[in-house]
Protein backbone atom coordinates (compact mmCIF):
# COMPACT_ATOMS: atom_id res chain seq x y z
CA UNK A 1 0.00 0.00 0.00
CA UNK A 2 1.24 3.42 -1.13
CA UNK A 3 0.99 6.26 0.97
CA UNK A 4 -1.36 8.75 -0.59
CA UNK A 5 -0.66 12.85 -0.98
CA UNK A 6 -3.37 13.16 1.88
CA UNK A 7 -1.74 10.68 4.52
CA UNK A 8 -1.73 11.95 8.14
CA UNK A 9 0.89 10.48 10.25
CA UNK A 10 -0.45 10.41 13.88
CA UNK A 11 3.02 9.28 15.11
CA UNK A 12 3.97 7.13 17.55
CA UNK A 13 1.74 5.17 19.78
CA UNK A 14 2.97 2.41 22.49
CA UNK A 15 -0.24 0.01 21.04
CA UNK A 16 -1.95 0.49 17.75
CA UNK A 17 -5.41 -0.96 18.20
CA UNK A 18 -6.97 -2.61 15.15
CA UNK A 19 -10.81 -2.53 15.83
CA UNK A 20 -13.27 -0.32 17.80
CA UNK A 21 -15.98 -2.80 18.81
CA UNK A 22 -16.38 -4.31 22.58
CA UNK A 23 -12.70 -6.10 22.64
CA UNK A 24 -10.82 -3.39 21.12
CA UNK A 25 -12.55 -0.70 23.27
CA UNK A 26 -12.28 -2.64 26.51
CA UNK A 27 -8.75 -3.33 25.76
CA UNK A 28 -7.37 -0.20 24.87
CA UNK A 29 -9.44 1.42 28.06
CA UNK A 30 -7.86 -1.02 30.47
CA UNK A 31 -4.31 0.22 28.59
CA UNK A 32 -4.69 3.71 28.53
CA UNK A 33 -5.82 3.97 32.13
CA UNK A 34 -2.15 1.85 32.50
CA UNK A 35 -0.33 4.52 31.30
CA UNK A 36 -0.14 3.86 28.02
CA UNK A 37 -0.74 5.76 24.56
CA UNK A 38 -2.86 4.22 22.25
CA UNK A 39 -4.35 4.66 18.86
CA UNK A 40 -7.38 2.92 18.05
CA UNK A 41 -8.76 2.58 14.26
CA UNK A 42 -12.18 1.43 13.71
CA UNK A 43 -13.89 0.39 10.72
CA UNK A 44 -16.92 2.39 9.18
CA UNK A 45 -20.93 1.21 10.09
CA UNK A 46 -20.89 -1.09 6.89
CA UNK A 47 -18.26 -3.55 9.05
CA UNK A 48 -19.83 -6.58 10.67
CA UNK A 49 -20.42 -5.18 14.09
CA UNK A 50 -21.36 -8.41 16.50
CA UNK A 51 -20.95 -5.37 19.22
CA UNK A 52 -24.41 -3.53 17.77
CA UNK A 53 -25.91 -7.28 17.44
CA UNK A 54 -25.69 -8.74 20.61
CA UNK A 55 -28.12 -10.24 22.86
CA UNK A 56 -26.48 -8.81 25.92
CA UNK A 57 -25.91 -11.61 28.61
CA UNK A 58 -23.72 -11.55 31.01
CA UNK A 59 -23.22 -15.73 31.46
CA UNK A 60 -21.01 -18.12 32.19
CA UNK A 61 -22.69 -21.47 32.78
CA UNK A 62 -22.14 -22.84 29.44
CA UNK A 63 -18.82 -21.46 29.10
CA UNK A 64 -16.04 -24.22 29.70
CA UNK A 65 -17.41 -27.00 28.29
CA UNK A 66 -14.24 -27.70 25.87
CA UNK A 67 -11.26 -26.07 28.78
CA UNK A 68 -11.42 -25.45 32.51
CA UNK A 69 -9.57 -22.63 31.27
CA UNK A 70 -11.97 -20.98 29.82
CA UNK A 71 -14.27 -21.78 32.35
CA UNK A 72 -11.81 -20.13 34.68
CA UNK A 73 -11.47 -16.86 32.88
CA UNK A 74 -14.77 -16.76 32.03
CA UNK A 75 -16.12 -16.72 35.93
CA UNK A 76 -13.31 -14.24 36.99
CA UNK A 77 -14.43 -11.68 34.58
CA UNK A 78 -18.00 -12.14 35.93
CA UNK A 79 -16.60 -11.57 39.23
CA UNK A 80 -15.20 -8.08 38.25
CA UNK A 81 -17.89 -6.55 36.21
CA UNK A 82 -19.76 -4.66 39.16
CA UNK A 83 -16.29 -2.93 39.40
CA UNK A 84 -16.83 -2.42 35.44
CA UNK A 85 -20.40 -1.01 35.39
CA UNK A 86 -19.26 1.24 38.33
CA UNK A 87 -16.19 2.74 37.01
CA UNK A 88 -18.41 3.49 33.69
CA UNK A 89 -21.03 5.14 35.41
CA UNK A 90 -18.37 7.42 37.51
CA UNK A 91 -16.56 7.96 34.46
CA UNK A 92 -19.23 8.64 31.63
CA UNK A 93 -22.83 8.56 33.83
CA UNK A 94 -23.73 5.45 31.33
CA UNK A 95 -26.04 3.06 33.18
CA UNK A 96 -25.22 -0.32 31.46
CA UNK A 97 -28.48 -1.62 33.69
CA UNK A 98 -25.83 -4.69 34.54
CA UNK A 99 -27.80 -7.18 37.15
CA UNK A 100 -27.44 -10.69 38.20
CA UNK A 101 -28.21 -13.29 40.60
CA UNK A 102 -30.74 -16.16 38.76
CA UNK A 103 -29.80 -17.07 35.23
CA UNK A 104 -31.57 -20.00 33.37
CA UNK A 105 -31.42 -21.85 30.40
CA UNK A 106 -34.77 -23.27 29.66
CA UNK A 107 -35.20 -26.42 28.20
CA UNK A 108 -38.56 -27.81 26.45
CA UNK A 109 -37.46 -31.15 26.01
CA UNK A 110 -35.74 -34.31 28.31
CA UNK A 111 -32.91 -35.00 25.80
CA UNK A 112 -32.33 -30.98 25.60
CA UNK A 113 -32.72 -31.53 29.83
CA UNK A 114 -30.15 -34.46 29.00
CA UNK A 115 -27.92 -32.74 27.28
CA UNK A 116 -27.68 -29.91 29.03
CA UNK A 117 -27.32 -31.88 32.29
CA UNK A 118 -24.10 -33.67 30.87
CA UNK A 119 -22.39 -30.41 30.25
CA UNK A 120 -23.16 -28.70 33.73
CA UNK A 121 -21.68 -31.96 35.13
CA UNK A 122 -18.76 -31.59 32.69
CA UNK A 123 -18.15 -27.99 34.21
CA UNK A 124 -18.96 -28.50 37.85
CA UNK A 125 -16.09 -30.75 37.52
CA UNK A 126 -13.57 -28.22 37.71
CA UNK A 127 -14.59 -26.61 41.45
CA UNK A 128 -14.48 -23.64 40.53
CA UNK A 129 -15.07 -21.04 43.09
CA UNK A 130 -18.09 -19.56 44.12
CA UNK A 131 -19.60 -21.61 40.37
CA UNK A 132 -23.00 -23.03 41.79
CA UNK A 133 -24.80 -23.96 38.66
CA UNK A 134 -26.82 -26.74 38.66
CA UNK A 135 -30.03 -28.78 37.27
CA UNK A 136 -32.99 -27.95 38.28
CA UNK A 137 -36.71 -29.56 37.55
CA UNK A 138 -40.09 -28.12 36.64
CA UNK A 139 -41.43 -27.96 40.01
CA UNK A 140 -38.58 -25.94 41.26
CA UNK A 141 -38.28 -23.93 38.58
CA UNK A 142 -42.18 -23.03 38.81
CA UNK A 143 -41.22 -21.32 41.74
CA UNK A 144 -38.78 -19.02 40.16
CA UNK A 145 -40.55 -18.58 36.54
CA UNK A 146 -44.33 -19.59 37.22
CA UNK A 147 -45.42 -18.61 34.22
CA UNK A 148 -43.43 -20.77 32.14
CA UNK A 149 -45.45 -23.47 29.09
CA UNK A 150 -46.09 -26.95 29.84
CA UNK A 151 -43.51 -28.04 27.55
CA UNK A 152 -40.69 -26.78 29.61
CA UNK A 153 -39.42 -29.42 31.87
CA UNK A 154 -36.43 -28.05 33.37
CA UNK A 155 -33.38 -25.44 33.26
CA UNK A 156 -30.21 -25.25 34.50
CA UNK A 157 -29.50 -22.43 36.50
CA UNK A 158 -26.88 -19.64 38.14
CA UNK A 159 -26.43 -17.30 40.58
CA UNK A 160 -23.27 -15.71 38.95
CA UNK A 161 -25.00 -15.19 35.40
CA UNK A 162 -27.43 -12.10 34.24
CA UNK A 163 -27.32 -9.30 31.57
CA UNK A 164 -26.72 -5.81 30.62
CA UNK A 165 -28.00 -3.05 27.94
CA UNK A 166 -25.08 -3.80 25.50
CA UNK A 167 -25.42 -0.70 23.58
CA UNK A 168 -24.98 1.04 26.85
CA UNK A 169 -22.08 -0.79 27.30
CA UNK A 170 -20.90 -0.51 23.86
CA UNK A 171 -21.26 3.54 24.30
CA UNK A 172 -19.65 3.57 27.90
CA UNK A 173 -16.76 2.05 26.98
CA UNK A 174 -16.34 4.50 24.04
CA UNK A 175 -16.76 7.23 25.71
CA UNK A 176 -14.82 6.28 28.41
CA UNK A 177 -11.82 5.37 26.51
CA UNK A 178 -11.61 8.91 24.48
CA UNK A 179 -12.08 10.38 28.16
CA UNK A 180 -8.76 8.69 29.58
CA UNK A 181 -6.78 9.75 26.54
CA UNK A 182 -7.11 7.16 24.10
CA UNK A 183 -6.42 8.26 20.06
CA UNK A 184 -9.81 7.01 18.09
CA UNK A 185 -10.32 7.18 14.31
CA UNK A 186 -12.99 6.00 12.91
CA UNK A 187 -14.69 5.58 9.64
CA UNK A 188 -10.66 4.19 9.09
CA UNK A 189 -10.70 0.56 8.24
CA UNK A 190 -6.98 -1.46 8.52
CA UNK A 191 -5.41 -1.42 5.21
CA UNK A 192 -1.95 -2.78 6.04
CA UNK A 193 0.29 -3.50 8.67
CA UNK A 194 3.57 -3.08 7.83
CA UNK A 195 7.06 -4.47 9.55
CA UNK A 196 9.67 -1.79 10.29
CA UNK A 197 12.90 -2.29 12.00
CA UNK A 198 11.53 -0.44 15.47
CA UNK A 199 8.16 -1.92 15.25
CA UNK A 200 5.23 -1.44 12.76
CA UNK A 201 3.53 1.30 11.01
CA UNK A 202 -0.56 0.48 10.80
CA UNK A 203 -2.14 2.20 7.77
CA UNK A 204 -5.74 2.92 6.57
CA UNK A 205 -6.78 5.38 3.46
CA UNK A 206 -5.89 8.33 5.01
CA UNK A 207 -3.98 7.93 8.18
CA UNK A 208 -1.11 5.81 9.62
CA UNK A 209 0.04 5.76 13.14
CA UNK A 210 3.56 3.75 14.41
CA UNK A 211 4.01 1.62 17.18
CA UNK A 212 5.80 -1.37 18.77
CA UNK A 213 3.10 -3.42 19.08
CA UNK A 214 0.01 -3.78 17.52
CA UNK A 215 -3.46 -5.75 18.64
CA UNK A 216 -5.83 -7.12 16.14
CA UNK A 217 -9.35 -7.11 17.61
CA UNK A 218 -11.28 -6.41 14.55
CA UNK A 219 -13.37 -9.18 15.03
CA UNK A 220 -14.51 -11.29 11.60
CA UNK A 221 -11.73 -8.38 10.13
CA UNK A 222 -9.19 -9.75 11.85
CA UNK A 223 -8.98 -13.13 9.84
CA UNK A 224 -7.32 -11.70 6.82
CA UNK A 225 -4.93 -9.22 8.78
CA UNK A 226 -3.53 -12.30 11.21
CA UNK A 227 -3.50 -14.61 8.48
CA UNK A 228 -0.97 -12.18 6.91
CA UNK A 229 1.09 -11.79 10.02
CA UNK A 230 1.59 -15.41 10.77
CA UNK A 231 -1.38 -16.68 12.53
CA UNK A 232 -3.42 -19.79 10.92
CA UNK A 233 -7.30 -19.95 10.13
CA UNK A 234 -8.52 -19.01 13.17
CA UNK A 235 -12.22 -17.59 12.88
CA UNK A 236 -15.88 -18.21 11.13
CA UNK A 237 -18.76 -16.54 10.75
CA UNK A 238 -22.15 -17.75 12.98
CA UNK A 239 -25.48 -15.65 12.10
CA UNK A 240 -27.68 -15.30 15.18
CA UNK A 241 -31.22 -13.93 14.63
CA UNK A 242 -33.18 -11.58 17.32
CA UNK A 243 -36.82 -10.46 17.49
CA UNK A 244 -37.47 -7.41 19.77
CA UNK A 245 -41.28 -6.98 21.11
CA UNK A 246 -43.32 -3.81 21.58
CA UNK A 247 -42.78 -2.44 25.49
CA UNK A 248 -44.81 -4.24 28.02
CA UNK A 249 -44.98 -4.32 32.01
CA UNK A 250 -42.52 -6.01 33.55
CA UNK A 251 -43.56 -9.71 34.03
CA UNK A 252 -39.77 -11.68 33.78
CA UNK A 253 -38.30 -11.97 37.37
CA UNK A 254 -34.99 -13.51 35.87
CA UNK A 255 -32.88 -13.59 32.81
CA UNK A 256 -33.10 -16.63 30.54
CA UNK A 257 -30.25 -17.41 27.93
CA UNK A 258 -33.21 -17.20 24.98
CA UNK A 259 -35.74 -14.29 26.14
CA UNK A 260 -34.68 -11.20 28.69
CA UNK A 261 -36.74 -8.13 29.21
CA UNK A 262 -34.84 -4.81 28.55
CA UNK A 263 -34.96 -1.89 31.51
CA UNK A 264 -37.64 -0.19 28.85
CA UNK A 265 -39.46 -3.13 28.54
CA UNK A 266 -39.38 -4.31 25.68
CA UNK A 267 -38.71 -8.21 25.66
CA UNK A 268 -35.52 -9.59 23.25
CA UNK A 269 -35.86 -13.18 22.24
CA UNK A 270 -32.76 -14.87 20.74
CA UNK A 271 -30.84 -16.49 18.98
CA UNK A 272 -30.73 -18.98 16.15
CA UNK A 273 -27.09 -20.76 15.27
CA UNK A 274 -27.34 -20.43 11.66
CA UNK A 275 -24.51 -21.34 9.25
CA UNK A 276 -24.90 -18.87 6.48
CA UNK A 277 -21.49 -16.97 5.65
CA UNK A 278 -21.44 -13.89 5.84
CA UNK A 279 -25.09 -13.34 5.00
CA UNK A 280 -26.25 -11.08 8.51
CA UNK A 281 -30.16 -10.55 6.98
CA UNK A 282 -32.95 -11.96 8.86
CA UNK A 283 -34.66 -15.15 7.80
CA UNK A 284 -38.37 -15.77 8.14
CA UNK A 285 -37.36 -19.05 9.03
CA UNK A 286 -35.08 -18.16 11.67
CA UNK A 287 -38.14 -15.74 12.97
CA UNK A 288 -40.34 -18.06 13.39
CA UNK A 289 -38.67 -20.72 14.84
CA UNK A 290 -37.54 -18.13 17.40
CA UNK A 291 -41.34 -17.23 18.20
CA UNK A 292 -42.37 -20.60 18.30
CA UNK A 293 -39.63 -21.77 21.14
CA UNK A 294 -40.92 -18.25 22.82
CA UNK A 295 -44.13 -18.96 23.01
CA UNK A 296 -43.61 -22.59 24.32
CA UNK A 297 -41.42 -21.64 27.25
CA UNK A 298 -43.73 -18.69 28.10
CA UNK A 299 -47.08 -18.70 26.73
CA UNK A 300 -47.65 -14.82 27.35
CA UNK A 301 -45.32 -13.90 25.05
CA UNK A 302 -47.57 -14.84 22.47
CA UNK A 303 -49.74 -11.72 23.22
CA UNK A 304 -46.83 -9.14 22.34
CA UNK A 305 -46.37 -8.08 18.88
CA UNK A 306 -43.03 -8.16 17.53
CA UNK A 307 -41.90 -4.54 16.69
CA UNK A 308 -38.81 -5.58 14.75
CA UNK A 309 -35.79 -8.22 14.04
CA UNK A 310 -32.32 -8.51 13.10
CA UNK A 311 -29.30 -10.94 12.14
CA UNK A 312 -26.00 -10.43 13.34
CA UNK A 313 -22.60 -12.76 12.59
CA UNK A 314 -20.97 -13.79 15.90
CA UNK A 315 -17.33 -13.55 16.00
CA UNK A 316 -16.56 -17.81 16.26
CA UNK A 317 -13.07 -18.96 16.00
CA UNK A 318 -13.17 -22.62 14.97
CA UNK A 319 -13.61 -24.73 18.39
CA UNK A 320 -15.94 -21.90 20.02
CA UNK A 321 -12.68 -21.00 22.76
CA UNK A 322 -11.54 -17.35 22.65
CA UNK A 323 -7.83 -16.83 20.94
CA UNK A 324 -5.10 -14.39 22.40
CA UNK A 325 -1.85 -14.57 21.05
CA UNK A 326 1.16 -13.17 19.95
CA UNK A 327 2.51 -13.29 15.99
CA UNK A 328 5.42 -16.41 15.75
CA UNK A 329 7.17 -15.02 13.60
CA UNK A 330 5.71 -10.82 13.60
CA UNK A 331 7.24 -10.21 17.80
CA UNK A 332 4.46 -7.69 19.27
CA UNK A 333 1.19 -8.35 16.84
CA UNK A 334 -1.12 -9.79 19.13
CA UNK A 335 -4.29 -11.24 18.21
CA UNK A 336 -7.76 -10.95 20.72
CA UNK A 337 -10.93 -12.47 19.69
CA UNK A 338 -13.83 -13.98 21.19
CA UNK A 339 -17.63 -13.97 20.87
CA UNK A 340 -18.18 -13.60 24.34
CA UNK A 341 -17.11 -9.47 24.46
CA UNK A 342 -19.89 -8.08 26.89
CA UNK A 343 -19.17 -11.05 29.42
CA UNK A 344 -15.35 -10.80 29.26
CA UNK A 345 -15.05 -7.07 28.64
CA UNK A 346 -13.86 -6.73 32.24
CA UNK A 347 -11.05 -9.35 31.51
CA UNK A 348 -10.20 -7.81 28.18
CA UNK A 349 -9.71 -4.08 30.44
CA UNK A 350 -7.97 -5.75 33.14
CA UNK A 351 -5.17 -8.53 32.48
CA UNK A 352 -5.72 -9.07 28.52
CA UNK A 353 -4.81 -4.91 28.40
CA UNK A 354 -1.50 -5.57 31.31
CA UNK A 355 -0.21 -8.58 29.25
CA UNK A 356 -0.52 -6.10 25.89
CA UNK A 357 1.04 -2.94 27.53
CA UNK A 358 3.45 -5.09 30.11
CA UNK A 359 3.79 -8.73 29.08
CA UNK A 360 2.17 -9.79 31.84
CA UNK A 361 0.54 -12.82 30.77
CA UNK A 362 -2.52 -14.69 32.39
CA UNK A 363 -2.10 -18.40 33.12
CA UNK A 364 -4.49 -19.37 31.28
CA UNK A 365 -3.77 -18.03 28.17
CA UNK A 366 -1.60 -21.72 27.43
CA UNK A 367 -5.13 -22.80 26.39
CA UNK A 368 -5.61 -19.97 24.24
CA UNK A 369 -3.08 -20.02 21.68
CA UNK A 370 -4.01 -19.52 18.34
CA UNK A 371 -1.53 -22.60 17.03
CA UNK A 372 -4.03 -24.91 18.96
CA UNK A 373 -5.86 -25.03 15.25
CA UNK A 374 -2.60 -26.34 13.29
CA UNK A 375 -2.43 -29.39 14.39
CA UNK A 376 -6.13 -29.91 15.56
CA UNK A 377 -8.62 -32.16 13.23
CA UNK A 378 -10.84 -30.37 11.04
CA UNK A 379 -14.40 -30.91 9.26
CA UNK A 380 -16.26 -27.32 7.54
CA UNK A 381 -14.05 -25.27 9.32
CA UNK A 382 -14.65 -26.40 12.46
CA UNK A 383 -12.67 -28.26 14.90
CA UNK A 384 -13.84 -31.44 15.80
Avoid at 124 to 143: F, W
Avoid at 246 to 274: A, C, H, M, W, Y
Avoid at 338 to 364: D, F, Y
Wanted: aromatic fraction near 6%.
Amino acid sequence: MTDGPYMIDLGTFDVVVVGGGLVGLATGLGMVEMGGRIALFDADDNSLRASRGNFGLVWSQSKGNRSQEYATWTRSSIRDWPALNDDLRALTGIETHYRSGTGLHLCLKEDEFAKRERMVERIAAYNLPGDDTRMIGREELLEIMPMIGPDVVGASVSSLDGDCHSLNLYQGLGMAYRRAGGEMIGSAPVRAIEPKADGYVVKTDGHRARAPKVLLAAGLGSGALASRLGFPTILRPQKGQILVTERTEPFLPVTTSNIRQTPEGSVLIGDTKEDTGFDDRSSASGVASLARRAVRSVPFMGRLRIVRSWGALRILTLDGDPVYDESPVHPGVYVATTHSGVTLAPAHRGPLAQWILNGQKPLEFKAFSARRFETQPQVGGVVQ
